[in-house]
């Protein structure tokens, strides 16, 4: 059966490896492989949300797929400023020393539920919305986190003031939260493309949502210390049901992302249950140095990888990093060996190390190398190892190819 269907041209430009089929305008299309139902080839996976997008759920099945043989290299705020600029349009320090953007794009949301026009970082929100888009153009994948301010004390996420119960459904502050919620629907809801997305209808990109990260520390007022574990599930919980079924959000995968932890049984302490999860992440900037802390990253991030494949997950290393990145050659002498040399490790589905911070507001605050930086040629080795992607060797992620054998274009 064949039918008509309207292209909102999800791709924009094509992608620089050349994978990516540009559209411009409103196309007319004839979809001629279809299912005997006329629809499109969906992957055959399973979800948080029943009724994902299929780009959301190509997004999942492809993440899936290239886990086991390459690894996506994501940063914090790559678009928004480096070490020396702000706010400069086409500017990255990972493109400026590789050659290339990131694979994965990290945002931060914090303030948002305040009203605020920009988040705790000074980026603007309706910059940050551009700048997703325009990653998403390109083929470039999109991970979202949410640091709230606390919703009882008016604290910032670092005030330990327990607040999680009173959140919830009969909660002394589930109006608020429900407030909340909705500004991060009506944000979420805004990332659209195509030519009519000016209207509100286009194609909405895929977002990796982390919400509550680093849920087993207590640095968060949604902390292990501050909250119980049935509490905490509750109110995951809630958050997917509400932005799933009653914003209509159905374009984000829900990423469960712990920090430390030593056992299975604590990694899935405060779990919500498989079906409001899609990825399982893990968080670590504490045991990147020396052997010894090798050998731990790589026994945790092995255990996230069994997890994960135990349950049809994702796993991905969801934030690292070396403040200031001292050692010249940690990009392949740590951190890529860490994952790619590891037999489970390796089948993590990306690694994000988190953000440069412009040296005018916090000196020394950067974990990616800039121009001139000392660990600038070791990044540009780690690029070039043909176990890392960068957003240049992506395959369309957002498309669904059960018989894709076309192989990864080569580094130049």
């Given at each position: 059966?064949?039918?008509?269907?309207?292209?909102?041209?999800?791709?924009?430009?094509?992608?620089?490896?050349?994978?990516?089929?540009?559209?411009?305008?409103?196309?007319?299309?004839?979809?001629?492989?279809?299912?005997?139902?006329?629809?499109?080839?969906?992957?055959?996976?399973?979800?948080?949300?029943?009724?994902?997008?299929?780009?959301?759920?190509?997004?999942?099945?492809?993440?899936?797929?290239?886990?086991?043989?390459?690894?996506?290299?994501?940063?914090?705020?790559?678009?928004?400023?480096?070490?020396?600029?702000?706010?400069?349009?086409?500017?990255?320090?990972?493109?400026?020393?590789?050659?290339?953007?990131?694979?994965?794009?990290?945002?931060?949301?914090?303030?948002?539920?305040?009203?605020?026009?920009?988040?705790?970082?000074?980026?603007?929100?309706?910059?940050?919305?551009?700048?997703?888009?325009?990653?998403?153009?390109?083929?470039?994948?999109?991970?979202?986190?949410?640091?709230?301010?606390?919703?009882?004390?008016?604290?910032?996420?670092?005030?330990?003031?327990?607040a999680v119960e009173a959140l919830l459904p009969g909660g002394s502050h589930h109006a608020t939260y429900r407030a909340w919620l909705d500004r991060f629907a009506d944000f979420a809801g805004d990332l659209k493309v195509g030519p009519l997305a000016w209207l509100g209808i286009g194609t909405p990109v895929p977002i990796l949502f982390r919400p509550f990260h680093e849920m087993t520390g207590s640095w968060f007022w949604w902390g292990a210390d501050h909250c119980a574990p049935e509490a905490f599930r509750r109110l995951w919980r809630f958050t997917i049901e509400y932005l799933r079924d009653e914003k209509g959000l159905h374009h984000l995968l829900y990423v469960y992302a712990p920090d430390r932890f030593e056992t299975e049984d604590e990694y899935l302490e405060r779990y919500p249950g498989d079906a409001y999860v899609d990825l399982f992440g893990y968080d670590d900037y504490f045991t990147l140095q020396g052997e010894e802390g090798l050998m731990q990253l790589r026994r945790r991030l092995a255990t996230v990888v069994r997890l994960a494949e135990e349950r049809g997950k994702v796993p991905a290393f969801t934030e690292t990093g070396y403040e200031g990145i001292p050692d010249p050659e940690w990009w392949t002498t740590r951190l890529l060996t860490a994952v790619r040399d590891d037999p489970a490790a390796r089948r993590v589905a990306y690694v994000l190390v988190w953000r440069n911070a412009p040296a005018t507001r916090r000196s020394g605050h950067f974990y990616a190398p800039f121009p001139g930086h000392p660990s600038a040629a070791d990044f540009v080795r780690f690029y070039q190892d043909p176990f890392v992607l960068f957003e240049d060797e992506l395959p369309d992620l957002y498309r669904w190819m059960p018989e894709e054998t076309r192989p990864r274009p080569a580094h130049p």
């Open positions: 059966m064949i039918r008509l269907r309207f292209s909102l041209g999800r791709r924009e430009h094509p992608g620089p490896g050349g994978w990516h089929a540009g559209a411009v305008g409103l196309l007319l299309t004839l979809v001629g492989a279809c299912t005997p139902l006329g629809r499109p080839a969906t992957p055959p996976v399973t979800l948080a949300d029943a009724r994902a997008t299929d780009e959301t759920r190509a997004l999942f099945a492809n993440l899936q797929r290239l886990a086991p043989d390459a690894l996506l290299f994501g940063h914090q705020d790559d678009l928004a400023y480096g070490v020396t600029w702000v706010r400069e349009p086409g500017r990255s320090d990972v493109r400026e020393v590789a050659g290339a953007y990131p694979a994965v794009y990290g945002w931060e949301l914090g303030n948002l539920e305040l009203g605020a026009a920009a988040n705790l970082d000074g980026v603007r929100f309706d910059d940050m919305k551009r700048w997703i888009k325009q990653a998403y153009r390109r083929g470039g994948v999109i991970t979202i986190s949410w640091h709230m301010n606390n919703p009882v004390s008016g604290g910032n996420a670092w005030d330990r003031t327990p």
